[in-house]
């Protein structure tokens, strides 16, 4: 008697779900939530190398590339890196952070000059190549 009514439960608890076995298989895992953020880095030059600046901390550009690879494991789709450049930095170097924020995947790089003698700031816009022939540049068209 004991033994059936321990079997008559048995398969209740089956049917019900609390004893059902637990597939020990690999499962659908939750996507952590990526957060949007802005990223504010500040370049200047020091001796004879470009210096970055995030919040208080200073990195090389090796250091930088790999911060930024590592931050857009967190960040959503729509986070964007805003590169501030000192005046006295080459044209050339407004290129490197944007470069490098590409390579790790972010899609939304703006580049800005600060000027310290007067305080301000113009954004580098990287748009489509324009063709122009020498012709309409000596026209003025």
């Known amino acids: 008697m004991k033994r059936m009514l321990f079997s008559m439960l048995l398969v209740v608890a089956f049917f019900f779900g609390v004893a059902s076995p637990v597939n020990a298989g690999p499962g659908k895992s939750k996507k952590a939530v990526k957060q949007k953020k802005q990223i504010l880095i500040y370049a200047h030059r020091k001796g004879n190398g470009i210096e970055y600046v995030y919040g208080e901390q200073q990195y090389s550009g ?46 939304d790089v703006r580049a800005f000059v600060y000027w310290k003698g007067t305080g301000n700031m113009a954004e580098v816009w990287f748009g489509p190549v324009v063709k122009v022939q020498k012709q309409e540049l000596e026209n003025g068209k």
């Open 62 to 107: 090796k250091e930088l590339d790999y911060l930024l690879g590592e931050w857009h494991v967190d960040a959503s789709k729509d986070s964007e890196v805003v590169v501030v450049l000192e005046d006295n930095l080459a044209l050339s170097d407004v290129k490197d952070v944007p470069a490098m924020a590409m390579k790790a995947g972010f899609t």
